[in-house]
């Protein structure tokens, strides 16, 4: 089992609709939880991160999550053309090292 | 407020030959750490530097070293190259003051091709 798992896509959503993306982890301990958006070619930009349970929203972005399920949620609101990206899951125990998913194509049509 | 540095942009090497490459990290971190992505891959944790000392490592052979210098920045040398560590090189800096709240800020990587 990968520690942290997520769907590769791609997911195509329309312009203007809610794009939904999620992330597993396996490790129970882990304690920070964040979610980067790369553009192709580019290098993985912070959009959010999240430390406790439930939502946390900052302007169209809301990351969900859940412990007891070991599950991290990003919801992307009013899905622009520029949102087209790949979006990777990452958790943290401590400050110590990211452990990434695979990240999600995401595909916004006009 | 400068963010985090890389040099160079990209490297061309053949098999067999060393690399350096460099990371300046955000204005006021003090931590660094280096990752591998390959391509349509997550980036994979290498090492952490934090007081001039390796914090953690990840399941990198011994050819992947590194250092960090006195003004917090950092270098990740790679001996003896394979086709296989053809990969985009990104550092990482954050503060360890941050602790559990400990956001990474991404450079722009180095895209190494190891031929």
């Known amino acids: 089992q990968k520690e942290v798992e997520q769907n590769s896509g791609p997911l195509s959503v329309p312009e203007g609709a809610i794009a939904s993306l999620n992330c597993t982890y396996s490790?129970?301990?882990?304690?920070?939880f964040f979610w980067y958006r790369q553009y192709s070619g580019k290098s993985p930009e912070l959009i959010m991160s999240?430390?406790?349970?439930g939502d946390k929203e900052d302007g169209r972005f809301t990351a969900q999550l859940n412990k007891a399920s070991q599950y991290v949620s990003l919801l992307i609101r009013d899905s622009q053309p520029s949102d087209s990206a790949t979006y990777l899951c990452?958790?943290?125990?401590?400050?110590?090292?990211?452990?990434f998913g695979q990240g999600t194509r995401l595909t916004i049509n006009p | 407020d400068a963010g985090v540095t890389q040099s160079p942009t990209h490297l061309i090497k053949t098999r067999g030959q060393q690399v350096t490459l460099r990371c300046s990290p955000k204005?006021?971190?003090?931590?660094v750490s280096w990752y591998q992505q390959a391509l349509g891959q997550g980036p994979q944790f290498i090492f952490q530097?934090?007081?001039?000392?390796?914090?953690q490592r990840g399941n990198f052979p011994d050819r992947f070293s590194g250092h960090q210098f006195p003004n917090y920045s950092s270098e990740l040398n790679v001996n003896a190259l394979l086709l296989g560590d053809s990969a985009l090189y990104l550092c990482?800096?954050?503060?360890?003051?941050?602790?559990?709240?400990?956001?990474?800020?991404f450079g722009p990587g180095t895209r190494l091709t190891v031929l």
């Open positions: 999240i430390y406790s349970n």
């Open positions: 990452a958790v943290q125990r401590g400050a110590q090292k990211l452990v």
């Open positions: 204005s006021g971190h003090d931590t």
């Open positions: 490790d129970r301990v882990s304690q920070s």
């Open positions: 990482a800096s954050s503060l360890a003051a941050g602790g559990s709240y400990n956001e990474q800020f």
């Open positions: 530097y934090y007081e001039e000392e390796e914090r």
